[in-house]
Structures are given as C-alpha cells and as structure tokens.
C-alpha cells in the first residue's frame, strides 16, 4: 500500500510545487492508517522523539515530541483530517506530558490539508522556505556596518546575540527560553566555530549588533536533508539574529548579503522562521524565500482534537 501511496503522493506533491522534493518512505514508527468515505485508504507514520534536556533542540522543541508522517496518496484534505481523528486515539493509550508535542511538516501549498490541520487544532509554528541561486548581486552596505567572519575570542558576543534572537522567538513562535539556555547556546557556538562553520558577525562603531550562523548540506538519498529539499548542495541558514536596539537599520540585510555570497550552495539555500514573528515573514521574504514546508504543531499533544 504504501509504495502506491509514496508514487502518487510525489506525483501531486509536484502539481502543488515545482520545488518540492519527491515523496520518500517515512522513518520506522507505528503504522496509522484511515478508510475514507469513498472507499479509499490513506495511512501515516508516528514517530516519538525524547529530547535529552541541555541539547540545543529543546530550544524550539517540546522535550517529547509525537511526528505524523502522512502517506495521503492524491488526498489532500480528506486523507488529512481521516489521520488526524485517529490520532488522538493513539495518544490518550500513551498519556503524553506537558512537555510535549504534535508535529506535522506539510507542503505550504496544499491548502486543502491547511484547512483540515487548523480544524484539528494545529497551528503553524514555523515555515522552512527556499531560495533558489541567483546571480551575483552588489553586496548592501548598512550605514557603519562592518560584517565579519567570527572566532573563538568572539563566544561572548556570539552568545548575547544568540540569545536576544531566542528571547525574542520565545514571544513570537516556537522557541523556549529554558534554563541553562544561554550555556546551550555558548556550547553548540563554540562547536560552529572550531569546527569551522560559517558564522559572521556584524559591528557597528565597535559594538556587536548582530551575527549570522549557518553551514552546506547536501541532499542526497537517504540523507535528512532529501525529505525536505530537492537534491543537491543547499546553504542552510541556522540563525540569524540582530540586537534589540539595531533592529530595522539594516543589519540583518548586510549579514545576509554576506551569507549569500558565501553560503549559498548550487541549489539554493533554505532556513526556518516562525509565520507569527511580525518581522521575519516580510524580511525573508525581501530577502528571496518562500514558504516551501510548513511545521504544524500543537503543544502538549494530548490538545489535539
């Protein structure tokens, strides 16, 4: 069943998308599957997650985290809300904590499957969009800015400017300012930058104002990375975050320019911000991306109706 469900759901992932990647098997988990009114069958993957406290994901995640994988065929919306009523069947058997989650990553064009996760009670926490390449353009110059690659002398400023990025997102989308968050941060900076990742920072007369983070990843098959992107190598933007004070001056378009100058892979480059930030849908899509993917979450998971 699930072969046929994979072929035509990569045929009409490519009618809603042209950048969508094909379908591909979902990971091992427990099988979910729906009949439909007119006598069809569409099914789904759910996977359990338990993050380790102090890890960097716990800062966007829920510690436990409950995935559905939907193989919906040519369904959309139908196929959709026959998985998600069965869903909460499974949950109420597990007893879920408050500390936990109902995660779907779904095409942002299939509006139909929009209409059947908003009913269920999901909402969208956060967006993966793409850039395709595009030709060299003359970099910006903020007024006084000065973009820079970071070191190890820089992990303080890293991490104040990291963290006015998650405190930030905390109020705004899916991120969590947990205890010891500045510390998981400091660690997971520390490794970007002796192992060599690209991470920038911006200066404006002397005073860190903003940074950048990010590193190449190849899609490839079998990869993480072939789920969500179309093969090849993609930029991949981690953070970008700029300080209270110098935000709308011009700071986050300069660090950006850099990363693309410098980042960007042959397929294009793609990263993740949250729908209800009030500034980063219009920055980013200034910037070149759009919504590719969109993570649909509900916290705890025993919410979802």
């Known amino acids: 069943?699930?072969?046929?469900?994979l072929r035509a759901q990569t045929a009409r992932f490519a009618g809603?998308?042209?950048?969508?990647?094909?379908?591909?098997?979902?990971?091992?988990?427990?099988?979910?599957?729906?009949?439909l009114p007119d006598g069809g069958r569409v099914a789904g993957v759910l996977t359990r997650t338990a993050l380790a406290p102090g890890t960097p994901q716990t800062l966007w995640s829920a510690t436990e985290v409950w995935e559905l994988h939907p193989l919906l065929g040519?369904?959309?919306?139908?196929?959709?809300?026959?998985?998600?009523?069965?869903?909460?069947?499974?949950l109420a058997r597990v007893f879920?904590?408050?500390?936990?989650?109902?995660?779907?990553?779904?095409?942002?064009?299939?509006?139909?499957?929009?209409?059947?996760?908003?009913?269920?009670?999901?909402?969208p926490l956060s967006v993966l969009a793409v850039r395709p390449p595009r030709?060299?353009?003359?970099?910006?110059?903020?007024?006084?800015?000065?973009?820079?690659t970071a070191g190890p002398a820089d992990l303080?400023?890293?991490?104040?400017?990291?963290?006015?990025?998650?405190?930030?997102?905390?109020?705004?989308?899916?991120?969590?300012?947990?205890a010891g968050a500045a510390e998981i941060k400091r660690e997971a900076l520390l490794r970007h930058v002796e192992q060599g990742d690209p991470v920038w920072l911006a200066e404006r007369g002397g005073e860190v104002v903003g940074h950048a983070e990010g590193w190449h990843t190849d899609s490839t098959p079998g990869s993480w990375a072939?789920?969500?992107?179309?093969?090849?190598?993609?930029?991949?933007?981690?953070?970008?975050?700029?300080?209270?004070?110098?935000?709308?001056?011009?700071?986050?378009?300069?660090?950006?320019?850099?990363?693309h100058a410098e980042l960007v892979g042959a397929a294009g480059s793609f990263l993740y911000y949250n729908p209800p930030n009030?500034?980063?849908?219009?920055?980013?899509?200034?910037?070149?991306?759009?919504?590719?993917w969109t993570v649909w979450e509900i916290r705890p998971a025993g919410a979802l109706r």
């Open 226 to 259: 072939e789920t969500r992107v179309r093969h090849g190598r993609w930029g991949y933007v981690n953070c970008l975050s700029v300080t209270p004070s110098a935000r709308g001056t011009g700071v986050g378009r300069a660090l950006m320019d850099v990363v």
């Open 96 to 123: 879920p904590g408050r500390d936990s989650s109902c995660v779907v990553h779904w095409p942002s064009r299939d509006t139909e499957a929009t209409a059947a996760l908003l009913a269920h009670g999901m909402v």
């Open 156 to 178: 303080d400023a890293l991490v104040a400017s990291a963290m006015a990025e998650v405190e930030y997102s905390s109020r705004v989308g899916g991120a969590i300012l947990r």
């Open 278 to 292: 009030p500034l980063s849908p219009v920055f980013w899509a200034r910037q070149g991306y759009r919504p590719l």
């Open 1 to 5: 069943m699930t072969a046929g469900l």
């Open 74 to 90: 040519a369904v959309g919306g139908a196929g959709m809300d026959a998985l998600l009523r069965r869903w909460p069947t499974v």
């Open 16 to 35: 809603l998308d042209p950048l969508l990647p094909a379908a591909v098997e979902p990971p091992p988990g427990d099988l979910l599957a729906a009949d």
């Open 135 to 148: 030709p060299a353009e003359r970099p910006f110059r903020s007024a006084g800015v000065e973009v820079r």
